[in-house]
C-alpha cells in the first residue's frame, strides 16, 4: 500500500490534513501524482507545479513542500506539505 500525507500549514500551525491511500500496480511516480491530485480536490485547490527545487527535495526526502510560488493562482495558507507516510 502506499499513502501520501497532504498538510496546509499557516504560520507555524496545521489548518487540515488528509491521508491518501494508493493500492494500484502503478508506479511510484504516477502514485505521487493520483494521490496530489486527490489531496488538492479534497483541499479545494489547483494543483501545484512542480518546480526542480521541489522536485530535489522530494526525491532526497520523500517530502515536499508546495508554496505560493508553485501554484498559478493566491493561496490563503502559507504552504502545502505533502510526505510519504508508507510504500509497497
Known amino acids: 500500500m502506499f499513502r501520501l500525507w497532504g498538510k496546509l500549514w499557516k504560520n507555524n500551525h496545521m489548518l487540515r490534513d488528509t491521508v491518501i491511500c494508493d493500492n494500484t500496480a502503478d508506479t511510484r511516480t504516477h502514485k505521487v501524482f493520483h494521490s496530489l491530485e486527490a489531496i488538492c480536490y479534497e483541499f479545494d485547490l489547483g ?9 530535489h527535495e522530494f526525491q532526497r526526502h520523500s517530502k515536499a ?9 493566491q493561496i490563503d495558507f502559507d504552504f502545502l506539505e505533502i510526505q510519504v ?4
Open 47 to 55: 494543483n501545484p507545479i512542480w518546480l526542480d527545487s521541489t522536485i
Open 85 to 88: 507516510i508508507e510504500e509497497d
Open 65 to 73: 513542500r508546495f508554496h505560493q510560488d508553485n501554484f498559478i493562482e
